[in-house]
């Protein structure tokens, strides 16, 4: 059956809406620095943590170096977590492409996927919008975090809103591994802004 | 000094590309100690190792001591970002103080975040951005004479492409009465 134009143009025309939380987690197949192929279906029955990233980006450098992302991805894999970093640079923006991300992995010692989602349709359809930016997803599927890796907005503990640092991300995985709702479910991003093309 | 960074800043100065900005990838060597909310005296006669003002090809930033100081009695110098075009003052990031360990200057903190009670100066080309900020810096000398205001300033500029965050260190002389 022939779809009409005009429904594509609309679907191409209409905003992405981004995930919510409480609602299942839009599916995605992208690869990795090494070409392998990952889905989020590969992981059914699992919590999984995506992590917007940008390897240019300081306030990824400042978590991964002094801030709350040190150590933590590892910690959590070791209690099944599967933990995931997409990147949704486009192309000709900063940090876009696999050597910048792969220098950074090894410089911050990451032994986690890095996907490659220039194109920023998956990035968009969870509605990332810096870097860092973090998504939890329960073992049912759905969303349930989505927002800031801590309170401290300059990325390395330092200024933590209100005085008393909160690891949002931290705090969320342990209220899901003790099978409790995740008590903040969803704050605001900081960072850099995602580089998409539009 | 203020009236150095402000001439500066007013003729196009702090655009120099030789000037003495310091950048991220310097950061790493800085660092302040202090206990408690006093800054502890190292050596009053110490001479900085900062200047009032400095700049990179993102920013300028400034520090500018009150212009009457007396010893015992609250004061406040002003801290002057401004981002460069095309970029702008990131206004998400918990712009801060960290005063250095120089003088007998008693600070409300180890760490001032200089966020609240800033005034902010939108950007003329883009006026939803903030290009200018001047937040107030509080701190008290406890006894007469001049000595180093000095610390390090944290901040973030950003253009569509990117964002930095710098620390800076500045030092200016103060003479209180």
Request: aromatic share 6%.
């Amino acid at each position: 059956m022939r779809i009409p134009n005009v429904l594509v143009l609309l679907a191409l025309a209409s905003p992405a809406i981004a995930a919510e939380v409480g609602q299942p987690a839009p599916e995605f197949t992208l690869t990795d620095l090494d070409g392998k192929v990952h889905r989020l279906s590969d992981h059914k029955g699992k919590i999984v943590v995506l992590e917007w990233f940008n390897p240019s980006c300081p306030f990824v450098a400042n978590s991964h170096t002094k801030g709350s992302l040190v150590g933590t991805p590892g910690r959590f894999e070791k209690t099944g977590v599967v933990w995931l970093a997409i990147n949704s640079s486009a192309p000709g923006k900063q940090g876009h492409g696999v050597e910048s991300s792969r220098a950074a992995a090894k410089r911050w010692s990451l032994d986690y996927p890095i996907l490659l989602d220039a194109s920023g349709a998956i990035g968009k359809a969870y509605g990332a919008t810096n870097t860092p930016h973090i998504f939890v997803i329960g073992k049912d599927g759905k969303l349930a975090y989505k927002g800031a890796v801590d309170n401290s907005p300059d990325g390395e503990r330092a200024s933590p809103q209100g005085g008393v640092l909160v690891d949002y991300v931290t705090a969320a995985l342990d209220d899901l591994a003790a099978g409790r709702p995740v008590h903040t479910a969803e704050t605001k991003a900081y960072g850099c802004s995602v580089k998409y093309a539009h | 000094m203020a009236i150095l960074f402000l001439v500066a800043a007013a003729s196009g100065v702090l655009g120099c590309p030789h000037a003495s900005g310091l950048d991220a990838s310097r950061e790493a060597g800085v660092a302040a100690v202090s206990r408690g909310t006093t800054v502890e005296l190292v050596t009053a006669s110490a001479a900085p190792d900062a200047e009032p003002a400095a700049e990179g090809e993102a920013f300028g930033v400034g520090l500018e001591p009150p212009a009457n100081l007396r010893a015992g009695e609250p004061a406040i110098a002003r801290v002057v970002v401004m981002a460069r075009s095309p970029y702008h003052v990131n206004r998400d990031y918990p712009m801060s103080f960290r005063p250095d360990p120089v003088a007998v200057i008693v600070f409300g903190a180890e760490r001032i975040a200089l966020n609240d009670g800033a005034e902010r100066t939108p950007c003329a080309n883009q006026p939803a951005e903030v290009c200018k900020v001047s937040a107030p810096l509080r701190f008290t000398v406890a006894r007469p004479g001049k000595v180093p205001l000095a610390g390090t300033v944290a901040f973030s500029v950003c253009n569509p492409q990117r964002c930095l965050i710098e620390k800076v260190k500045l030092s200016v002389m103060v003479a209180a009465r």
